[in-house]
């Protein structure tokens, strides 16, 4: 049993009991035997489930965006921001059940057609993490069934009350039973479980590096297909010819929404030298005025962390920088003046002369931490931006063209944005990052259904006779 409390105010939310190796086992067999028949539906049918879900998520988009606030403490318009998500999601991937292309192409040999065709892989197992607990469920679970699979699912053991909401509406639409199965639990129980069942074809996970190299080990001992999307250390260039109102802008909503606990959350600004005394200012400003609280509060703009264990960890990066030799600009402490002690809060924080190299310029801090780091050329940036072992976002400010086909070029990130914040993917395009950041899958777009398919090709010979390829065609 796990008990879920408010990070706000460490108010009980909900007691959940957690699944077992045996139900794990008992979910996949649910999945396995719906499957045989989902595959069978045409994929156009199976999508109109997915129309239902996208209505019914729209339909109790205040009542999800309440619960997720509660759960998983992002200010209440991001968390309709992230319920919109699935909704977005569910409707692009209905969509996709009157498209699911495959390819024809010419036969090297007469009478004979060629083409090809995804097939659903069978039972998917999809792990996910607390930060977004509806839409990265919904970027996953939504092209898997539209593809024909069916789905175990284990949500973060910090958010199963936003799992449960979205399989009661799997459930009110009338989603074939054991098409869409949920096992709560701990990543080392329940996740090890469903990696390890012969009968999952496939793991998608979104998490963080240590978890998902856990994930791949055992994986590729299992010879599973597996989808990895971890962290990030995302950065903000901003040019000496950038418009500072906007960049500031963009940096703020970056750096200190979803209280920097987002994948792509920026945590480093690279910033030209002859701007960055003015940007630093405003930045202090600029944080100075954001209202931290509860996030059920509207006028709220940064809420609390997930739990103790994070607030302990950002403070523990926050000492490293220090005795690094990091300069503190703002911030730098965890809030313990009531009400907030009842509740995880971290002060917004920035430090300035940051090194490439610092800790906390390499690795992932996920809270609200900004390093900012000082550089003399577009070249420089660049190749700052790139040193890091992530590549999930980044982002320019520039006005010059020049220097923007340049850096979105050049910037080896998954996603590049040009003069907006290291945030805002939409779910049409795909999502996920290179290098350490994942293993070469991408959520969300065409993309996704890469992962949730297999190509089979097929070759349909009309000739009446043996004709042989390569052999034949000399013929
Ligand atoms: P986490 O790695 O602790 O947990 C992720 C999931 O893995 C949870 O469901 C957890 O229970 C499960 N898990 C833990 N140990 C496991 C094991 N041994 N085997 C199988 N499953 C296991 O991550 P988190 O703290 O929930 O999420 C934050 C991390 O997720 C950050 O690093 C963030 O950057 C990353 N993230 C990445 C993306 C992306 O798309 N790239 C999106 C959101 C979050």
């Not at 999809?126 to 024909?148: C, D, E, R, Y």
């Not at 003069?419 to 777009?445: C, M, Q, V, W």
């Amino acid at each position: 049993m796990v008990t879920v409390t408010n990070p706000a105010n460490g108010e009980e939310l909900a007691k959940v009991p957690l699944s077992t190796k045996k139900e794990v086992d008992e979910a996949v067999q649910s999945a396995k035997q719906a499957q045989k028949q989902w595959a069978l539906i045409p994929a156009p049918k199976r999508a109109e489930y997915l129309y239902e879900i996208g209505y019914k998520l729209k339909e109790k988009k205040e009542h999800l965006a309440k619960i997720l606030t509660k759960e998983m403490g992002k200010v209440i318009e991001e968390a309709r921001g992230e319920v919109q998500e699935g909704i977005d999601m569910a409707f692009y991937m209905a969509g996709e059940g009157r498209r699911l292309f495959g390819e024809t192409t010419p036969s090297e040999l007469p009478n004979k057609f060629a083409m090809s065709v995804r097939s659903p892989v069978g039972v998917v197992g999809i792990i996910t993490p607390w930060n977004f607990p509806i839409a990265i469920a919904t970027w996953k679970s939504f092209p898997a069934i539209v593809a024909g699979n069916a789905v175990v699912w284990k949500p973060s053991i910090e958010t199963p009350l936003m799992a449960y909401e979205l399989g009661k509406i799997f459930e009110e639409v009338g989603l074939p039973e054991g098409v869409m199965n949920i096992v709560f639990g701990n990543g080392p129980t329940v996740g090890t479980a469903l990696i390890e069942h012969p009968d999952v074809k496939v793991i998608s996970f979104t998490g963080s590096n240590a978890t998902g190299s856990k994930v791949a080990e055992l994986g590729g001992r299992h010879l599973k297909k597996v989808s990895l999307e971890m962290g990030g250390k995302n950065a903000v260039i901003v040019m000496d010819d950038a418009d500072l109102d906007l960049a500031v802008e963009g940096i703020i909503w970056s750096a200190f929404g979803t209280t920097g606990q987002r994948c792509t959350a920026c945590s480093r600004v690279i910033v030209h030298k002859d701007v960055k005394v003015e940007l630093e200012e405003r930045l202090v400003t600029g944080i100075s005025e954001l209202t931290i609280g509860d996030g059920l509060d509207p006028n709220v703009k940064v809420g609390p962390v997930i739990n103790r264990a994070a607030l302990e960890k950002i403070h523990r990066y926050v000492q490293i920088g220090k005795q690094e030799g990091a300069r503190l600009l703002t911030g730098g402490e965890i809030i313990t003046a009531p009400p907030f002690d009842k509740g995880y809060y971290y002060e917004p924080t920035i430090f300035t002369d940051v090194l490439p190299h610092m800790t906390i310029a390499q690795e992932e801090v996920f809270g609200p931490v900004l390093s900012i780091i000082e550089v003399n050329s577009l070249e420089e940036a660049i190749e700052i931006n790139n040193s890091v072992k992530f590549g999930l976002s980044s982002s320019i400010f520039s006005q010059d063209v020049n220097n923007i086909f340049k850096a979105q070029r050049d910037l080896d990130t998954g996603i590049v944005y040009v003069n907006a914040g290291t945030t805002g993917a939409e779910i049409h395009l795909p999502f996920g990052g290179t290098k350490g950041t994942g293993n070469g899958h991408r959520d969300s777009g065409q993309a996704a259904l890469d992962v949730f398919t297999e190509w089979k090709s097929i070759y349909v010979d009309f000739s009446g006779k043996l004709q042989r390829a390569q052999i034949d065609t000399d013929k």
